[in-house]
């Protein structure tokens, strides 16, 4: 079978659906690979390259739709090239079902099969295909890039002989993807860095990465974005007021904003009002990840730059990965070579939709003349992290009458134990000569309190046997300090050697302890 990725129609857009290393491993999948002429031109992908990696370059739409019995593209397709599906054909691309409602139907009375790459499961076996994520990631990263283009001064801070120079203080909205990414690139260019997010579960997540979390004081329990497909729920009244209240102390301090809470096919919440926007100092930027369905900032203005009265610029980009098209371009590939590894297990160039496979069927939106779209849950679904229940507090009788229970049994235990010692020695004294059992009621008391020693020693600095060795080898050489007084040289010789080796042991075992320690630790 062929598989083909024409060039993008859509005005302004700059990507591919088909890199000359994705074309190469397709081929090892058993596909023939197909690529209209200056496709690729402007993500910087020339024809020549694609042609060096075993690609048809085709020089017409026309001809490249006709040609192939699987179409890969990036963006929605228009009326037109719906028009171009048969039922033979597979068509994976960017589809929005959720809002294209007649391109739905289109693909129906078409008969084609259509992969819509933002509607793969997101559970970790399609983590590989998740589109949506691939450009997330990029869209925060070039946000921040875009701010900083925007933006007057240096993130880093500096000392220098011209004067000092303060790091530049960024709030990143929403710690999805996109935040995440926004986060990571925020950090690594020296801004301090902040961050909110209505999921509690995202706070280590940021903080790991060198920024600050934003604490509401404000209690309410919050869904788990992993049980509502990584998105984050609606709040509650209350705590949108609590939210707005902290960014609007936060607005003044801010020279950065970036929000990023958006959700497919719904508006964007309002977050960042215009009153926060007059509050910023003159010569801020925010950049407004939202804008393609309203923005979270008053004054966003979708695809367009504004400048606010007081100087604050405004962002509202919709084509950030568009703007990174190289980068863009190479993970979306990567993501539909995936996908088309799924839709081809015995590597034999023929697709075997299977409609069981979880990724498979989530993904399709439109198989043999029907819409599939919604699809079911899949079958494994991202596990929710589990609330932890507080433990009950006891009342002071509960906490005295479990004190006493515990004492009773730990006396119990011990009785039964030196009862049975205490039957057994009498046992053994009664067939064992006075010589024997001298040295072994000696043996056995060290036993006893040897263990005692190493079973109650701490582990909290080390490993649990760790601090076992460890404590064996002191009681170690405890005994050769005892028995280096001796009279006889070979006793004096063969503690002092106990010493040593027992020694060597504590001091190495606390040596790779730090060792241990240090490798997670920030240098």
Known sequence: MKIGTPTEVEVGENRVAMTPDSARQLQKLGYDCLIESGAGQKAGFADALYEEAGVTVVETADALWSQSDIIAKVRIPTADELDRLTPEKTLITFFNPGGNAEGLEKAKEKGANVIAMEMVPRISRAQKMDALSSMANIAGYRAVIEAGNNFGRFFTGQVTAAGKVPPAKVLVVGAGVAGLAAIGTSTSLGAITYAFDVRPEVAEQVESMGAEFVYLDFEEEQADGSASGGYASVSSPEFREAQLAKFRELAPEMDIVITTALIPNREAPKLWLAD???????????????????????????????????????????????????????????????????????????????????????????????????????????????????????????????????????????????????????????????????????????????????????????????????AISSIIILGALMQIGAGNWLVVILAAISVFFAGINIFGGFLVTRRMLAMFQKS
């Open 276 to 470: 926060m926007v007059a509050a910023m100092k003159p010569g801020s930027v925010i950049i407004d990840l939202a804008a393609e369905t309203g923005g979270n900032v008053e004054g966003t203005v979708k695809d367009e730059k504004v400048v606010t009265e007081n100087g604050v610029t405004i962002v509202g980009y919709t084509d950030f990965p568009s703007r990174m098209a190289t980068q863009s371009s190479t993970l979306y590939a990567t993501n539909i070579r995936h996908m088309m590894t799924d839709l081809t297990p015995e590597k034999d160039g023929k697709v075997n939709h299977n409609m069981d496979d979880d990724v498979i069927r989530g993904a399709t939106v439109a198989y043999q003349g029907e819409i599939t779209f919604p699809p079911p849950p899949p079958k494994v679904q991202a596990i929710a992290a589990q609330k932890k229940e507080k433990p009950k507090e006891l009342t002071p009788e509960e906490k005295r009458a479990k004190e006493v229970a515990a004492f009773k049994a730990q006396t119990k235990s011990q009785v039964t134990l030196l009862a049975i010692g205490g039957a057994l020695m009498l046992l053994v004294g009664l067939v064992a000569p006075a010589s024997f059992l001298q040295h072994f009621i000696v043996f056995v008391l060290s036993v006893f309190i040897g263990f005692q020693v190493i079973w109650n020693v701490s582990h909290s600095l080390h490993t649990p046997l760790m601090a076992v060795t460890n």
